[in-house]
């Protein structure tokens, strides 16, 4: 029997497997893409991933999911099956592609908050790309806000170094940010700001957004090793 690939039964009411040529079976409705055309494609996207787990070097099933990826409808859970097959691979540049892929269709905050926050772990993880995981931890924080995107970020940047536009870019969205998260937060912004500034070995610049902070106990003690640094 040749490649098995998926192919939708008569009145396309459900799936059956059978032996054919790629891309997917006949087509004999609407050409050799007609499962793009489907408006739910849930149903779909669960049959690919299942045909990449009989086979998953069918070429034509990885064409298809990447394509529901970067057209944005389903692209989500197509993304969440290739991140399956190509990380068991060891295929980290591949899906961070595809991630970036899915940023440019992604149109609601919370998905792009997670797209960012996947991409920032492949490049932290696998790719040895520190201040790229930053970037996309910095965006993801300001697609939605909050104490523990603020805890990775600053995790990140005490051995960071020193990266075009990316400590203001995190400044900027602290103050656009002000009004709409609390205190915890506009503090672990400010914090993370100074230690990105000290990273960068720009101490003025650090010492003036610990100032910002006052008495806050952690502020202090970076004041305190800066000015010992500098002699002051």
């Not at 939708?8 to 059978?18: F, H, L, N, S, V």
């Not at 054919?20 to 793009?36: D, L, V």
């Not at 996207?45 to 409808?73: K, Q, S």
């Not at 170094?161 to 002000?178: D, H, K, M, N, W």
């Amino acid at each position: 029997m040749g490649p098995r690939t998926l192919v939708w039964k008569e009145g396309m009411d459900g799936w059956r497997t059978a032996g054919s040529t790629p891309p997917f079976g006949p087509a004999k409705r609407g050409g050799a893409n007609w499962w793009s055309r489907f408006k739910r494609p849930a149903g779909i996207i669960e049959g690919l991933g299942r045909l990449l787990e009989m086979l998953p070097e069918h070429g034509p099933t990885f064409d298809a999911l990447e394509r529901f990826v970067r057209t944005g409808n389903g692209g989500d859970k197509a993304l969440e099956v290739l991140h399956a097959v190509l990380g068991a691979r060891g295929e980290w540049e591949r899906l961070a592609g595809l991630y970036e892929d899915r940023l440019a269709v992604a149109d609601s905050k919370d998905e792009r908050c997670g797209v960012h926050r996947q991409l920032a772990g492949i490049q932290r993880a696998h790719l040895g790309q520190r201040e790229d995981a930053i970037r996309n931890l910095v965006e993801a924080f300001g697609a939605a806000p909050g104490l523990e995107l603020i805890g990775e970020i600053s995790a990140l940047a005490k051995d960071a170094v020193e990266s075009p536009g990316l400590v203001e870019r995190l400044s900027a969205l602290g103050e656009a940010l002000a009004e709409e998260v609390d205190p915890a937060v506009r503090e672990g912004v400010q914090l993370t700001v100074a230690r990105l500034y000290i990273a960068a070995d720009r101490s003025d610049e650090a010492l003036a957004a610990l100032e910002i902070l006052g008495h806050v106990p952690e502020a202090v003690t970076l004041q305190e090793s800066l000015w010992e640094a500098r002699g002051d």
